[in-house]
């Protein structure tokens, strides 16, 4: 289609009606024709709010179709419900509709299959971590956050132990008490008494307790007691100063992060902060601690944190006579498991030696190995070790095997 116009000069008399030039021919307005590329290039400023990255990089436009003035993409989200599935659509027809040329755009969205949202995964990970501030703690160091959707479930207790199990393998361990508001790992470790204290570069330095290098708020406040009323932007602001003001030692193979419950403030910023951060999810075997946990795992999973495993707490009690009561049910943790695509890392007992434990400061695995509890709990360790050796000891073979394992199983269900 094109468009003509008879142009007047801008300077002297507008003409009288009915007259008009009639010996020259009209000049010509053409339509702007729009290229793949140029959509592409508009496209590219379209960003998924979630993977921080272009919804061309992240291989989510699939096709292109241009038909004069009109334009027809197919959209590939990560899964068909996307949150932010309104979000995007809305930008990319606000961004392609203000292009000279473009008339009508037409938007088909559609969800990617498993290979492809592994892809995106991988590629927003990389791009995490690439665009991400540098922090004290090595790249090389292995971080494994204990998390947990509600509190109550023994992630503390859990994260303590795995850390002196962990170091008893003969690893460097550093343990960060994360959990801003309800900290707890002083006492666990007998080292309630204990205060920080920072170097002449105003570097904050963990304090070596049982040969690990700890870092807690309770080792800051005047005592244990001190209740903390920070909001969520505080808390954040905590996390980011144990990461980038404390001096962690180089040579640290493993970084346990005892996690607050839940999925708020502490979550988000670790994922922004530690790209290299790898989720252990802890819940009790009844259906609602697993439900609750499930939350975790997804926040997991849609900030790119890859899931190592679940670990099963309180699955039971044994007594002396071998009568076995499962006072929370039974199966939560597998049931979880299987879900998520993971192993199933631990079940660990109910046993009084881990409350004697967690009250005089002298960790089950250590105080009582042969425990029902420390031994579940150090073979945990074990198997965490394995599925996360330390950045020495792995090849690219052994962590896509691992990873290839975990994908099968996902496919599998």
């Known amino acids: 289609m094109q468009y003509t116009a008879q142009l007047w000069p801008c300077w002297g008399p507008l003409p009288e009606p009915g007259s008009g030039p009639t010996d020259t021919a009209a000049p010509t307005i053409r339509r702007t024709m729009v290229t793949h590329n140029d959509i592409e290039s508009a496209l590219r400023r379209v960003i998924d709010p979630e993977l921080g990255s272009d919804i061309v990089d992240l291989g989510m436009v699939k096709g292109i179709q241009i038909d004069g003035g ?10 068909a419900a996307c949150p932010m599935r309104d979000q995007i659509e809305s930008d990319v027809v606000r961004k392609l509709e203000a292009m000279p040329g473009v008339e009508a755009v037409r938007v088909e969205i559609g969800a990617m ?29 292995r971080v494994i956050a204990v998390s947990s959707g509600k509190g109550g479930v023994g992630k503390s207790t859990l994260s303590v132990n795995l850390a002196a199990a ?3 393998q003969g690893h ?16 666990m470790l007998g080292a309630a008494d204990l205060r920080l204290s920072a170097d002449e570069t105003r570097k904050i330095h963990p304090a070596l307790v049982a040969g690990i ?6 080792l800051i406040v005047t005592d244990e007691d001190t209740a903390l009323m920070w909001r969520g932007l505080m808390l954040s602001k905590a996390l980011e100063q144990f990461l980038r003001d404390v001096a962690w030692p180089r040579d640290l193979d493993y970084l346990v992060l005892d996690m607050p419950p ?3 403030d502490i979550q988000m910023a670790l994922a922004r902060l530690l790209p290299q951060a790898e989720l252990v999810v802890v819940t009790t075997p009844q259906k609602a601690a697993q439900k609750v946990a499930a939350r975790v ?3 997991a999973r849609r900030s790119f944190m890859p899931i190592v495993g679940v670990i099963e707490n309180m699955s039971g009690f044994t007594t002396d006579e071998g009568k076995h009561y499962a006072l929370f049910g039974q199966g939560g943790g597998q049931e979880l498991a299987d879900d998520l695509g993971v192993p199933l890392v631990g079940r660990i007992p109910l046993d009084p030696y881990v409350v004697e434990g967690g009250d005089s400061g002298a960790p089950a695995v250590r105080a009582h190995p042969s425990g029902p509890a420390a031994t579940a709990m150090t073979l945990a360790a074990k198997e965490l070790t394995e599925l996360v050796p ?12 691992v990873l290839a394992e975990q994908l099968a199983a996902m496919a599998g269900d």
């Open 113 to 141: 299959d498993d290979a492809e949202r592994a892809a995106v995964m991988s590629q927003a990970r990389r791009h995490a971590r690439e665009n991400a501030e540098p922090t004290m703690i090595n790249p090389l160091t």
């Open 70 to 79: 009109s334009v027809t993409l197919t959209i590939a989200l990560t899964i």
């Open 172 to 187: 460097s361990v550093g343990l960060l008490d994360a959990d801003i508001w309800g900290f707890s790992i002083p006492r």
């Open 262 to 264: 839940g999925t708020g």
């Open 213 to 218: 290098h700890l870092v807690s708020t309770g």
């Open 166 to 168: 962990i170091a008893d």
């Open 390 to 401: 330390p950045a020495q000891d792995e090849t690219c073979t052994s962590r896509i095997a």
């Open 297 to 299: 795992a997804d926040m």
